[in-house]
């Protein structure tokens, strides 16, 4: 089983990169070289969103051995189901927006991810997982 951040994610933080590339050269052309610094780092960290969510896409694989997670950038970490110490969801709310997280705690490290990164809601990964856990 794998879940991996949708296409329309990775083209969509291309458009925004494309957006904001054309903002820089505007701003650049109108003398305005605080804006075309903010729009060209906009740019920048868009851009390499949209490259690491294509070559990158899945964030978590399962299979009846373990599973693997993606590990900071663009690495990738094996756990097997024994190493991992609790499998479950994460509460968090920030300014006034609550969203759920899953959880994969190992005891040495414990690994978050979103919705948008593995394109399922975290509770129906939770139930695959604890369904392939044996």
Do not use: K
């Amino acid at each position: 089983m794998e879940w991996a951040v949708p296409n329309r994610i990775a083209v969509l933080e291309g458009a925004a990169a494309v957006a904001f590339a054309i903002a820089a050269v505007a701003a650049l052309l109108s003398d305005d070289p605080v804006a075309a610094a903010v729009a060209g780092v906009a740019t920048l960290m868009l851009a390499v969103l949209a490259i690491r969510d294509r070559m990158v896409r899945v964030r978590l694989s399962a299979d009846a051995d373990g599973v693997t997670v993606l590990h900071g950038f663009a690495q990738r970490q094996r756990i097997p189901w024994s190493g991992i110490v609790a499998l479950g969801l994460e509460q968090r709310s920030r300014r006034g927006r609550s969203r759920r997280l899953l959880e994969i705690d190992t005891g040495e490290a414990v690994y978050l991810l979103s919705g948008r990164e593995m394109g399922a809601e975290p509770a129906d990964v939770v139930a695959a997982l604890n369904e392939l856990r044996p």
